[in-house]
T-cell receptor
Framework: DTAVSQTPKYLVTQMGNDKSIKCEQN?????MYWYKQDSKKFLKIMFS???????INETVPNRFSPKSPDKAHLNLHINSLELGDSAVYFC?????????????FGPGTRLTVT | GEDVEQSLFLSVREGDSSVINCTYT??????LYWYKQEPGAGLQLLTY?????DMKQDQRLTVLLNKKDKHLSLRIADTQTGDSAIYFC??????????????FGAGTRLAVHP
């Protein structure tokens, strides 16, 4: 079974559109994250939710809105897509009770905005 | 990443040892991690080290931590072609409540040649 899954794997869309990416984890973790990886492979955290509560909100345009309906799911909705939003978006999860806080990553969603 | 620095490329011959280096800035980081990313894939947690340890060995992997110099290294013994990937060093920025965010380096691209 896949531990952290994301859909879709690839997303090609035009500027100005609105799109969503979904993430699910079956590890029983209580914390989930969204990261953005640019074309130079640089990874930067965007958001984090713990028990459905937003706990990390980095400097991200408010066109990006995360939503966590429950502990196992974290979705990312992006409004008015721009060329600069093209990147690979990774979801990750961790457990706040384990002490080590290692994060497990999904396979990524490659977003291409044309 | 501005807080974590790594050299960008490393080329080694199959069977040799690889050493990937990383420097970080936050002395309060409790855990430091190494992740591996193969082409088109997500990040795979390789190993981690607690900040009060100097060394950790896990099969072909050896992690060395010099806390005074804020220097972390990953040694891969008997490097194989399957080890070709990008290796990310990450430090944890802890928060109250037991959850953290990871600050990643820019990644070291390891190329293994015959």
């Amino acid at each position: 079974d896949t531990a952290v899954s994301q859909t879709p794997k690839y997303l090609v869309t035009q500027m100005g559109n609105d799109k969503s990416i979904k993430c699910e984890q079956n590890l029983g973790h209580d914390t989930m994250y969204w990261y953005k990886q640019d074309s130079k492979k640089f990874l930067k955290i965007m958001f984090s939710y713990n028990n459905k509560e937003l706990i990390i909100n980095e400097t991200v345009p408010n066109r990006f809105s995360p939503k966590s309906p429950d502990k196992a799911h974290l979705n990312l909705h992006i409004n008015s897509l721009e060329l600069g939003d093209s990147a690979v978006y990774f979801c990750a999860s961790s457990s706040s009770s384990q002490g080590r806080y290692e994060q497990y990553f999904g396979p990524g969603t490659r977003l291409t905005v044309t | 990443g501005e807080d974590v620095e790594q050299s960008l490329f490393l080329s080694v011959r199959e069977g040799d040892s690889s050493v990937i280096n990383c420097t970080y800035t936050d002395s309060s980081s409790t855990y430091l991690y190494w992740y591996k990313q193969e082409p088109g894939a997500g990040l795979q947690l390789l190993t981690y080290i607690f900040s009060n340890m100097d060394m950790k060995q896990d099969q072909r992997l050896t992690v060395l931590l010099n806390k005074k110099d804020k220097h972390l290294s990953l040694r891969i013994a008997d490097t194989q072609t399957g080890d070709s990937a990008i290796y990310f060093c990450a430090e944890s920025k802890g928060r109250s409540g037991g959850y953290n965010k990871l600050i990643f380096g820019a990644g070291t691209r390891l190329a293994v040649h015959p």
